[in-house]
C-alpha cells in the first residue's frame, strides 16, 4: 500500500505560479497528476513513468505551462503550475501505481490504485 499526501495548494491570482508537491511512502511504477473541477470529471495533468527512465507524459490542455517532476532519493513528485488561469481551478491530486500494466494506460483514472486526499488550487482576476 502507498500513501500518498499533497501539499502546496492555495490561492493565487491570474498569472501566477505555484508548486504542489506529492509525498509517496513508497516506490511507485507510474505517478501523476490529476484535477477535478467542480461539477467537471476528473482530468489528467501529467504522468512519470519510471519504465521509460521518468520520461514525462501530459494531457492535451497543458500546452507547456505545467512541469511535472520528482526526487526519487525522497520519494517526491512535484507539478509547478505556471501562468495560471481561473479554469485551472480545482482540486489536485495525485496518484500512483505500483502496476507494471499502468504503462498502457496512465492517462486513464483505472491506472491508478492509490489516489492523495486532494489540494485546492483557486485561481481569481
Known amino acids: 500500500q502507498v500513501q500518498l499526501a499533497e501539499s502546496g495548494g492555495g490561492s493565487v491570482q491570474a498569472g501566477g505560479s505555484l508548486r504542489l508537491s506529492c509525498a509517496a511512502s513508497g516506490r511507485t511504477y507510474t505517478t501523476a497528476w490529476w484535477r477535478q473541477a467542480p461539477g467537471a470529471a476528473r482530468e489528467f495533468i501529467a504522468a512519470l513513468g519510471s519504465w521509460s527512465g521518468d520520461r514525462t507524459y501530459y494531457g492535451d490542455f497543458v500546452k507547456g505551462r505545467f512541469t511535472i517532476s520528482k526526487d526519487g532519493a525522497k520519494n517526491m513528485v512535484y507539478l509547478q503550475l505556471n501562468n495560471l488561469r481561473p479554469e485551472d481551478t480545482a482540486v489536485y491530486y495525485c496518484?500512483?501505481?505500483?502496476?507494471?500494466?499502468?504503462?498502457?494506460?496512465?492517462?486513464?483514472?483505472?491506472?491508478?490504485?492509490?489516489w492523495g486526499q486532494g489540494t485546492q488550487v483557486s485561481v481569481s482576476y
Open positions: 496518484a500512483a501505481s505500483r502496476r507494471s500494466d499502468s504503462r498502457a494506460y496512465y492517462y486513464r483514472e483505472a491506472a491508478y490504485e492509490h
